[in-house]
């Protein structure tokens, strides 16, 4: 053996890496099942990544870079879904790590811009609001509120008190 075969016996070629296509939500779901798994419609998306898209990293494209849409479509789904990042990097296309970093640099991006659309009603506005509430339901006092978090309350009184009673048994 003479010392060229030598070296190359003992040098490994690097692995070739692995690199899967991501799947494009926007081409393959149709408005009906993006808002099933994305609990938002398409252009809600599109205009809250116009809004975050620069504090989304996309890279080059040599490193084969996760786009700012796939990012935000990846931390959409976590939030509605609430399952492992696996899951939800399964779904687009990107391992575990990847899917860690890039909710929490979306959930960064989204949270600076709180301010926004996050406000306690004004001391002018409350009584207005108290008032749109009881409009919709008979339901007084109420200032807000939050989508899919049951706070327990005191069993409301009268006839249809037993209405406010949710899944897991209190009001």
Same mark, same amino acid.
């Given at each position: ?8 016996h003992?040098? /490994? ?18 408005? /009906? ?22 504090d ?8 084969h870079?996760?786009p +700012?849409i796939?990012?935000?479509v990846?931390?959409?789904r976590?939030?509605?879904? @609430?399952?492992?990042q ?6 687009? @296309? ?7 970093? %890039? ?6 991006a989204?949270?600076?811009?709180? /301010? ?10 409350l009584?207005? %609001? ?6 919709i339901?008979?339901? +007084? @006092? %109420?200032? @807000? ?16 008190? /037993? ?9």
């Amino acid at each position: 053996m003479d010392c060229i075969e030598f070296i190359e016996h003992f040098i /490994e070629t690097p692995p070739r890496r692995n690199i899967k296509d991501r799947l494009n939500p926007f081409e393959n779901f149709t408005e /009906e099942q993006f808002r099933e798994r994305f609990r938002f419609r398409k252009d809600s998306v599109l205009q809250l990544l116009g809004m975050i898209s620069s504090d989304l990293e996309h890279g080059t494209n040599r490193n084969h870079c996760i786009p +700012p849409i796939l990012q935000l479509v990846t931390t959409l789904r976590f939030y509605a879904a @609430g399952h492992f990042q696996r899951t939800e990097g399964d779904l687009i @296309g990107i391992d575990q790590s990847s899917a860690c970093r %890039v909710i929490h640099r979306v959930t960064r991006a989204i949270a600076t811009r709180h /301010e926004q659309f996050i406000r306690f009603p004004s001391n002018q506005d409350l009584n207005n %609001v108290k008032f749109h509430f009881k409009n919709i339901a008979q339901f +007084p @006092g %109420v200032l @807000g509120a939050i989508d899919c978090s049951h706070i327990p309350i005191k069993r409301p009184s009268g006839d249809n008190g /037993e209405l406010y009673r949710n899944r897991k048994g209190y009001f």
